[in-house]
C-alpha cells in the first residue's frame, strides 16, 4: 500500500532504541526524511548510519537532554519544515504511591507529560502557519487501565490521553491531526526491566518474567514493528479523518474485563 510518505520530514523523540528505533526504521521504510531526538549520540548516529544506507532517505540527529530548559526552542529552530511529530520519549518509574517520591515523580513527567506537552504546543503553532501536519503521541494503556503499583505513569498516560483528545478535537480545524497511540507491553529493554522488577516483588527471583508473559494475549508482548507499522499508518493520507482519537493496541487487554 502506498502511504503517500515519501518526502515528507519526521521527527521523532527518544529514538535511539525501543520502539523509537523501530518507529524510525518504519517511517525510513516509506521514503520519509527523519531527525531523530535522544540523548545517545553514538546510538543515534549508528541508527542514522544504517537507515542512510538501507534507504536512501536524510537523517538528522540531535542528542540532547529535552529536561534542559531550551531544548525544545532549538529542535524547532531546526526543525521548522517538519510534517509529521512524534512524541515518543520518556519513561515514567513504576511503584506506587510511596515508592515514587516527589522528584522521581516530576522528573518522569517532565519528560513525557510536559514534554509531549510543550512539543506539541511549539509544533501545532510551526504547522498551523505551513497549512497543515500530524502529531501522534505515544502514550502507553496505562491511562486507561489504572494500576496501583504504577501511580506515575498511570496519572501521567490518563492526562495525555486528556490532552491528546482536547487538543486533536478541534486541530482539524487548523489541518492538523493530533492522535495519541496507547501500546500495551511491548517487547523491549524497558518492559523487561519492568517485569524483572515485578517477578521480584511477586516470587522473590527476577527471572520469572515469563510467568507474567505467559498471561498476555498469545503468550507474548507485542513487537515493537507491531506498534510502528500503526503510527505509519496513522500519519499518512489513508487516515486523513482522524483526530482526537486514541488507539489501543494491546491484544484486547483493555476489554478483557470481568466482575468475577
Not at 21 to 41: K, M, P, Q, W, Y
Not at 77 to 82: E, F, K, L, P, R
Request: net charge neutral.
Amino acid at each position: 500500500m502506498d502511504l503517500h510518505l515519501k518526502g515528507k520530514r519526521v521527527v521523532i523523540t527518544g529514538a535511539s532504541q525501543g520502539i523509537g528505533e523501530v518507529l524510525a526504521d518504519a517511517f525510513a521504510r516509506e521514503g520519509c526524511d527523519l531527525t531523530l531526538i535522544a540523548r545517545s549520540e553514538d546510538r543515534l548516529n549508528d541508527i542514522a548510519s544504517k537507515l542512510k544506507l538501507h534507504h536512501g532517505i536524510n537523517v538528522q540527529v540531535m542528542a540532547l537532554d529535552m529536561t534542559v530548559q531550551g531544548a525544545v526552542e532549538k529542535i524547532v529552530a531546526q526543525n521548522s519544515d517538519t510534517d509529521i511529530l512524534v512524541n515518543n520519549a520518556g519513561a515514567i518509574p513504576g511503584g506506587n504511591l510511596w515508592q515514587v517520591d516527589a522528584q522521581q515523580w516530576r522528573a518522569g513527567w517532565e519528560l513525557k507529560v510536559f514534554g509531549y506537552i510543550d512539543m506539541t504546543r511549539a509544533f501545532y503553532s510551526l504547522m498551523k502557519q505551513r497549512g497543515g501536519g500530524v502529531i501522534i503521541n505515544n502514550i502507553g494503556i496505562g491511562g486507561e487501565n489504572f494500576d496501583f503499583d504504577y501511580v506515575a505513569g498511570t496519572t501521567g498516560n490518563a492526562a495525555l490521553m486528556a490532552f491528546t483528545k482536547a487538543i486533536g478535537g478541534r486541530s482539524l480545524q487548523d489541518n492538523i491531526r493530533v492522535l495519541g497511540v496507547n501500546p500495551g507491553p511491548v517487547s523491549t529493554p524497558r518492559i523487561t526491566k519492568v517485569l524483572q522488577k515485578r517477578a521480584l516483588a511477586t516470587f522473590g527471583d527476577e527471572s520469572r518474567t515469563d510467568e507474567f508473559l505467559k498471561k498476555l494475549p498469545l503468550g507474548r508482548a507485542a513487537t515493537s514493528q507491531e506498534i510502528a507499522e500503526l503510527f505509519v499508518f496513522l500519519a499518512s493520507e489513508k487516515s486523513s479523518y482522524t483526530s482526537g482519537s486514541i488507539f489501543t493496541v494491546d491484544g484486547g487487554i483493555s476489554s478483557n474485563e470481568s466482575i468475577v
